[in-house]
């Protein structure tokens, strides 16, 4: 009795190629394996000749479609896969699973680029909602693990970037307060100027510790000097002065 490997009829006088196939199953058999074959090559190229992400792993499917195609023919010796389409399966689903993880990397190191290029918090929170939505739409790919991986990396980039805006508004406060202190002293300087040399010179290095900072420096530098020396130089001219506005009073009061 003869039997065909894929059909199973079974007869006597039945006919068998030496694939062990019936003339029914023959011609239908190899059809469907070359064009599985046919298209399983033209996936596999494109998946990894591409650079398109979603044609490669729509790609991808296609692949895996036709290996569980020819499955059933490779199990009953039709046809020769190297590896087994098991394997090559596995195979695809880890080649998905990396290039979609280097694809949420990608958007992940974009994303932290842009968030340093915000001075605001919230906006450097909203940049990382375009990993979020790839982390989405790749999610069958990437698995659980991967996904919930992304995610904490994502909470982590982002407390961190706050944290950092946090860290520069406080140097900047710092900052502030340095410069309020240098400018107090500065006015008590000024104010108790009294000519010596010492003075000068310390009133020229906070002035520079103010600038350095980035700071203005208080306007009435000379005026101020200028009104305490000439209040001091002037005293007598402007006790003169102030004669000068007495003595038409006191001329109109005796005439
Ligand atoms: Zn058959």
Redesign the pocket.
Same mark, same amino acid.
């Given at each position: 009795m003869r039997t065909?490997?894929? !059909?199973?009829?079974s007869g006597w006088f039945l006919k068998l190629t030496k694939d062990g196939?019936?003339p029914? !199953?023959?011609a239908d058999?190899k059809s469907r394996i070359i064009h599985a074959t046919q298209v399983l090559n033209e996936s596999m190229r494109l998946l990894k000749k591409s650079k398109d992400l979603d044609l490669r792993l729509s790609k991808s499917k296609v692949a895996i479609e036709k290996l569980r195609d020819l499955l059933p023919y490779f199990q009953k010796g039709l046809v020769r896969l190297k590896p087994s389409p098991q394997e090559w399966v596995m195979r695809i689903h880890s080649e998905q699973r990396k290039i979609v993880n280097q694809h949420i990397g990608t958007l992940m190191n974009d994303s932290i680029k842009r968030a340093q290029q915000s001075t605001n918090a919230a906006q450097r929170s909203a940049v990382f909602e375009v990993v979020q939505d790839g982390i989405h739409k790749y999610s069958e790919y990437l698995g659980k693990a991967n996904a919930k991986r992304w995610q904490s990396k994502i909470e982590i980039e982002q407390g961190y970037l706050v944290k950092d805006l946090e860290n520069s508004a406080n140097k900047k406060s710092e900052r502030d307060i340095a410069l309020d202190q240098y400018k107090e002293t500065l006015a008590m300087m000024r104010a108790e100027f009294a000519g010596s040399r010492e003075q000068v010179l310390e009133i020229r290095r906070i002035e520079k510790l103010i600038t350095d900072l980035g700071g203005q420096l208080p306007e009435p530098l000379k005026k101020e000097s200028d009104s305490n020396k000439s209040n001091a130089d002037k005293e007598p001219s402007a006790a003169s002065h102030k004669h000068q506005i007495i003595i038409p009073q006191k001329k109109t009061g005796t005439s």
């Open positions: 065909c490997q894929w !059909c199973s009829k196939l019936c029914t !199953c023959e058999v």
